[in-house]
């Protein structure tokens, strides 16, 4: 049986008279890939949000790695080893691709002479481009460009590849592909099937059915702030999972024309 990395239990929020979470649960197992599913509305940035600290849950318990844990904020949930990705995700501007990669893990020489040991620059240049090949954005970009020089699309891919290369146990991505090419997205998928092939967990979120039977082993749906459905997609299809997130029988309906 799968160790669950992170189990959620009658999760509730509410913002005044709106209530965006009702009682949601579900778990992600070790070395799972887990997508998360709904329309806009349905719960799902606010559930983010809350196992990624922004925001505390009224109710409702969060385990991780099989403890009860009490995600006061991000760094709260950082310690514990989660990491989340958001679409708007901060990259300095100023500084080059290559040190936005690495920042803060940037290898140096001199080690001992701790935070002022300078940085090993060959070494730096050549780790960025090993990793941009790796998730497929390489092409026409130069380790030591400015992040302010890029489109939105790459800069993305390089919060997106930062955050992969440095993660925790459990990674949660929020719309991954988002405004990336086709190149781009290829190499995201990819980079997620490798990091479930080296035992880490990730919570996909995303609004592309398609990239998640390229990539997830079981999704989670959500609609009006509870979780309606939870199903391995081995044994299912694009149109199960659209009926489930619509609410709706798709199979049944007639035929039209």
């Known amino acids: 049986m799968t160790k669950d990395i992170l189990r959620i239990s009658n999760l509730r929020k509410s913002f005044g008279s709106v209530t965006a979470l009702k009682n949601a649960s579900f778990s992600v197992g070790e070395g799972e890939v887990v997508a998360l599913l709904g329309d806009n509305g349905a719960g799902k940035s606010t559930l983010i949000k809350v196992i990624s600290g922004v925001y505390r849950a009224d109710s409702g318990e969060i385990a991780v790695n099989g403890a009860v844990v009490d995600i006061r904020s991000t760094r709260d949930a950082m310690a514990l080893g989660i990491e989340t990705i958001h679409q708007d995700s901060s990259l300095a501007p100023d500084l080059s691709i290559a040190r936005n990669l690495f920042l803060g893990r940037e290898p140096v020489t001199m080690g001992w002479l701790g935070p002022f040991a300078p940085i090993n620059q060959v070494e730096l240049r050549e780790a960025a481009r090993t990793l941009m090949q790796r998730v497929g954005i390489s092409k026409r970009l130069n380790a030591d460009a400015p992040v302010s020089t890029l489109s939105g699309g790459e800069r993305q891919s390089i919060a997106i590849s930062r955050a992969m290369q440095f993660a925790a146990k459990l990674i949660i991505l929020d719309e991954p592909t988002n405004n990336l090419g086709v190149e781009e997205t290829h190499g995201v998928l990819r980079f997620v099937r490798e990091m479930k092939a080296a035992g880490h967990s990730i919570l996909f979120i995303t609004h592309n059915i398609h990239h998640v039977f390229q990539v997830a082993d079981r999704a989670v ?29 798709l199979k049944a309906e007639p035929a039209h024309g």
Do not use: Q, T
Not at 223 to 235: K, S
């Open 221 to 249: 749906i959500m609609r009006r702030g509870e979780v309606v459905a939870d199903l391995p997609l081995a044994g299912s299809d694009v149109l199960k999972v659209e009926g489930l997130i619509m609410g709706v029988d």
